[in-house]
């Protein structure tokens, strides 16, 4: 019984920021690594930035420079920090957490439901 609930999407303007939160919650043990994945309409879901448990990041070229990841572990939260946001980052994003649960001894991995961001003038 792990769920993870995103928040922060919206509409916003080219150039304009937004910030997307993720909060796990229900039996966990541990959380691994995190991320955030992104899927426009007929596209195939791709990794737009992830975060260790150690807080190494990684990053899509295509974000570099313009978003950050971060998570806060007390809170079991990670979080999408997109400045400069394009047209072209228009899509929906989903958040990712490996978790260990409190009744198994594996990682599994979760997904949120998705939240939509839209960039348009």
């Known amino acids: 019984q792990v769920q993870l609930v995103e928040s922060g999407g919206g509409l916003v303007q080219p150039g304009g920021s937004l910030r997307l939160s993720c909060a796990a919650s229900?039996?966990?043990?541990?959380?691994?690594?995190m991320g955030w994945y992104r899927q426009a309409p007929g596209k195939e879901r791709e990794l737009v930035a992830s975060?260790?448990?150690?807080?190494?990041?990684n990053y899509a070229d295509s974000v570099k420079g313009r978003f950050t990841i971060s998570r806060d572990n007390a809170k079991n939260t990670v979080s999408l920090q997109m400045n400069n946001l394009k047209p072209e980052d228009t899509s929906v994003y989903y958040c990712?957490?490996?978790?260990?649960?409190?009744?198994?001894?594996?990682?599994?991995?979760?997904w949120g439901q998705g939240t939509q961001v839209t960039v348009s003038s």
């Open positions: 990712n957490a490996k978790i260990r649960t409190s009744y198994v001894d594996y990682l599994i991995n979760y």
């Open positions: 229900g039996s966990i043990r541990s959380i691994n690594d």
């Open positions: 975060i260790t448990s150690g807080g190494s990041t």
